[in-house]
């Protein structure tokens, strides 16, 4: 499709005869999960029998191994090979590409005696059994040349650089603006390192077939691991065959690979049997990616009514040295307010510590908690309504492009939240509600995020037995996308939902984008729709064409899909009669989606606002979240059960960020304090009382051809920053600093 315009037209799924999308259907896989079933990529059951990797982590932030001692780890009982940059195999260089197709390039392990972080996997251990393993891994004797590290964030802001290829996005004369501003604010908040704390670890099961090698990893993005490993083995990416069917929770931080997937496949390679590696939870914190520490500037310039005039969001983050990646923590703000005048903007530290990178909404998770506190603040001054500011500062378009939006609906996400919530009973003053010893405070804010649409593949086929089964490289991080593609596909055919299979997560599929940015849904639903629409065509012709159909003969346009029939007026059959008898191999197709030419002509975001409701003990400075409660605009919901379980999964990772959540590094070492879930707390059932949403009614016809919009990452969008405002209005304590633990409370309350 080439234009928004042909998304528009009536479909079967804008139809929905059959009443699936929207409903809240039990998950595909739920079942399976349930009674340990469904096997994750450390469970797989390999040809033969496995053997274990152990993996070994620098002690040293920064230098050289000068030298290994293998002998004792080699004598060890059970083990089988023992690696490290000294005898590892050879590997193609970090991110070359043999194939300039690819899209991720080399990621070798071991590669050399250099050290850019604590953590850095430097030996490698295989054994007949994992205990045999870690314990020779012990035996291994390094010695180190150790470098000067740069380790702590806040004493080399100075330091930030602007990374590479960006320029600072202005419109108008910011600076002249805020000089004559009647009402200003300027305030720097901060939020800390987060680790991803997905419940299973990274892992791979790894095995070869002559030059062919399966790997079975717990991967968010399918052609990027295989072409990742491919290039890193320098072998073609057909000769290797990537399966992910079910991930324990990603987060953004499986989106990329990791040591386990090229060791496993080195070793497997090596040793002629399969080799599993699982990750320890210490090496998921050290040897995976974080979310970065970011410092932000808002400044914010008002008339006296409360019309913004000038506008600017300065975002200071941090990399590791060698892997620089920027947390857009400003990029949202340029289509959420208007103003006229406006600056944002971001800078990079360059550390040595372990690589920072995608987590959980990147850019609006951080940048948000700073915003909106920032529009609270400047509120207060005006004496307004947090709301009132936000709707005088309502943009009719986008407010740094001047194009429309696709659709928005931010606007009655705040006003009917606030009816709902009860907003009418917030006393403006701090420190005026009690409730025992707690003071009870309300908060809110705004969310946003934005929407875009990737290139997918979807296959389909219909057998004889009428059974309809969807494949597609795509992945399901627990988020339901098992779910939603068989009830796309359902609804598209026609048939009964018990009658569609989906298989996922194998890079011998037709190929999607993989799970991540909230674009996964959209992307790869709107495939899976335009094989469904594919398939209805060649079963309509190859009925028509069939002599013993009781269709032959009429114009396939006609025909219709129900029920598991296909029809032409009161003249049917089920679609497994006419595949078996005119086709009985079975009916395949394939389908495409890309993004329309003139998408880009629209602003497209998702939208929400957040309400809470908390008490503070002004004795401890303890904070209590007493109520949540949010409301959004994503789209057409597909599965009601699944979008709410993503969407309030969303608003307890916030809780987590305004509450709970941080790392800090150990300047003696370069680790992360905080190796293991007993010291990085996340919210526990006794933190969530009332937390509860719904979603506006929605359908946006600019997004894709099924209207849909993502939800995985909008639920944490400004989560944290209503609970910020609300412990503000609970005590009047305003804490600038992330998360607003009860001794910043304490230090804060006036």
Not at 581 to 597: F, H, L, T
Not at 694 to 704: G, H, P, R, S, T
């Amino acid at each position: 499709m080439s234009s928004v315009k042909d998304w528009a037209a009536p479909t079967p799924i804008s139809d929905n005869r059959s009443g699936l999308i929207g409903k809240g259907v039990d998950r595909y896989e739920g079942r399976l999960k349930v009674t340990g079933q469904a096997p994750y990529a450390y469970e797989v059951e390999a040809p033969s029998r496995p053997v274990y990797g152990f993996l070994v982590g620098s002690p040293v932030a920064r230098g050289r191994v000068v030298s290994a001692d293998i002998a004792a780890a080699q004598a060890a009982p059970g083990v089988l090979l023992v690696w490290t940059h000294q005898n590892a195999p050879a590997q193609a260089p970090r991110g070359a590409k043999a194939n300039p197709r690819s899209q991720r390039g080399s990621n070798p392990a071991l590669a050399d005696a250099t050290i850019e972080h604590f953590g850095q996997h430097i030996g490698f251990v295989v054994a007949d059994t994992l205990e045999n393993a870690r314990a020779a891994a012990a035996l291994i004797r390094f010695e180190f040349d150790r470098q000067d590290a740069d380790l702590d964030f806040d004493h080399l802001l100075d330091k930030g650089e602007q990374p590479e290829g960006e320029d600072d996005v202005r419109v108008g004369d910011f600076e002249g603006a805020f000089a004559k501003a009647a009402v200003k604010l300027d305030e720097t908040y901060s939020s800390p390192i987060q680790n991803h704390a997905q419940m299973e670890p990274c892992a791979t099961t790894a095995w070869w077939e002559g030059d062919q090698v399966t790997v079975h990893t717990s991967i968010q993005m399918v052609k990027g691991g295989q072409h990742a490993l491919a290039e890193t083995l320098m072998i073609p990416s057909q000769n290797v065959r990537l399966l992910t069917r079910y991930i324990g929770g990603g987060f953004g931080g499986k989106g990329q690979s990791y040591d386990d997937l090229t060791l496993s496949a080195l070793a497997a390679r090596a040793l002629g049997r399969p080799v599993k590696i699982a990750y320890t939870r210490q090496q998921m914190m050290q040897a995976t990616i974080h979310r970065p520490a970011v410092k932000m500037r808002v400044r914010l310039g008002a008339a006296e009514d409360g019309r913004l005039e000038a506008f600017a969001l300065e975002a200071v983050t941090h990399c590791r040295r060698e892997a620089p990646f920027t947390e857009h923590a400003a990029n949202f703000s340029r289509s959420l307010y208007a103003a006229p005048n406006r600056l944002t903007g971001h800078r990079l530290v360059k550390l040595d510590i372990p690589a920072a990178g995608a987590m959980r909404a990147p850019g609006e998770a951080s940048g948000m908690l700073s915003l909106e506190c920032a529009m609270d603040e400047l509120a207060e001054q005006l004496g307004l309504d947090p709301i009132e500011l936000r709707l005088r500062n309502e943009p009719e378009v986008d407010p740094e492009t001047g194009k429309p939006f696709s659709t928005r609906q931010l606007v009655r996400c705040m006003t009917e939240g606030a009816q709902r919530f009860g907003w009418e009973r917030r006393n403006p003053r701090p420190g005026q509600v009690r409730d025992g010893r707690w003071l009870v405070g309300l908060g809110m804010a705004a969310a946003i995020r934005g929407n875009f649409l990737l290139p997918a593949k979807a296959g389909v086929l219909a057998d004889a037995q009428g059974i309809i089964t969807l494949r597609q490289g795509m992945t399901d991080i627990g988020t339901g996308t098992y779910t939603i593609l068989a009830q796309i596909t359902a609804e598209t055919l026609g048939v009964p939902l018990e009658q569609v299979r989906v298989e996922l997560g194998d890079s011998d599929f037709p190929p999607a984008p993989g799970s991540g940015g909230q674009f996964g849904a959209a992307t790869a639903g709107s495939a899976a729709f335009a094989a469904g629409m594919n398939l209805r065509k060649a079963l309509a012709e190859l009925a028509v064409g069939d002599p013993n159909s009781p269709l032959f003969g009429d114009d396939p346009e006609l025909v219709t899909f129900a029920n598991g029939n296909i029809a032409v007026d009161n003249r049917a059959e089920p679609i497994g009669v006419l595949v078996a008898r005119a086709a009985p191999d079975g009916v395949y197709v394939e389908g495409s989606i890309s993004p329309a030419a003139d998408a880009r002509d629209y602003s497209q975001h998702t939208y929400g606002a957040h309400f809470a409701e908390v008490g503070v003990d002004p004795d401890t400075g303890e904070t209590r979240l007493r109520r949540m409660f949010g409301v959004f605009a994503a789209g057409r919901i597909l599965n009601a059960k699944t979008a709410m379980s993503q969407i309030t999964g969303g608003m307890i990772w916030g809780v987590g960020t305004a509450l709970h959540e941080y790392n800090e590094v150990d300047p003696r070492y370069g680790s992360f304090l905080a190796q293991d879930l007993a010291g990085y707390h996340v919210p526990a059932h006794a933190d969530i009382a009332d937390l509860s949403a719904m979603f506006l009614d929605e359908v946006d016809d600019k997004a894709n051809p099924l209207g849909i919009k993502g939800v995985g990452e909008l639920g944490i969008a400004g989560a944290g920053a209503a609970i910020a405002n609300a412990i503000y209005n609970a005590c009047g304590a305003r804490v600038r600093d992330y998360p607003l633990t009860p001794e910043k409370v304490l230090a804060a309350l006036p």
